[in-house]
């Protein structure tokens, strides 16, 4: 029935001499429905009337993302910037699919730094960018992002969580532990949070700390191997072999 209607709408449009408008909204409704391959027909009639759309272009790149189709979704993505090259979201949605999708870090630096040339407080392209030079092994540059993070949102947890790696990578333990510590304020329960704050510890020879940590996740998660040697390894050297 739904691909009844649809094939009626494609019809009708087509006897228009210029339907950009039908074929764009069409899309946007059909995108809405999740109808992801009707959607991507509909935009590309809607480009093919006018091609220096930037909507249509946008739009199509979602839908291909929708679809796992993400290096055609880039090139919609990068078309449209082409057309407005100021624009905010096709920037963004191309750095996030090379960072997320394609772990192409060079090319996503590339996009969420001309997205902070548009947008300079942007949160989300921040802390991405931050991510990225992270992957790329260039912890200063990183860290420095996730701390500008913060001064954006000072309450976000995976912020801090990133910095906390950042510091632990440059062997700032303790400015690493504050950071875990303000990750576990906001969500105090956190297996990764607990894990790093339990594993500096242990790195430090403050093994009853250690054992808090472990114990707190051991209460909380089902735990692999290598973690419960962790926990009996620093009952061991405290003298402590008890089995808890």
Known sequence: MVASKVSEVYRVLECRPDSYQGWY?????????????DAL?????????????????????KVLEELGKYSEAIFSYKTACEIESSN???????GYLWQEKLNNHREAIHCFT????????????????????????KYLKALDL????????????????WQGECQQKIKQWENAKKSYQQALIIKNEDYWALLQMAMICQKQ????EAIKYYKILKNLYELDEKIINNLLTCKKIIGKNIVS
């Open 88 to 94: 905010y979201w096709s920037w963004y949605d191309e």
């Open 205 to 208: 020879c403050l093994y009853l």
């Open 114 to 137: 001309i997205v902070l040339k548009n947008k300079s407080k942007d949160y989300w392209a921040t802390y991405r960018l931050g991510k990225s030079y992270y992957y790329q092994q």
């Open 146 to 161: 996730f701390q500008q993070a913060l001064k954006i949102r000072n309450d976000d947890y995976w912020s801090y969580y």
């Open 41 to 61: 027909y509909s935009y590309d009639k809607a480009i093919e009337y006018h091609p220096n759309d930037y909507f249509a272009w946008y739009y199509r790149g």
């Open 25 to 37: 909204y069409q899309g946007n409704q059909l995108r809405n429905r999740h109808l992801w391959e």
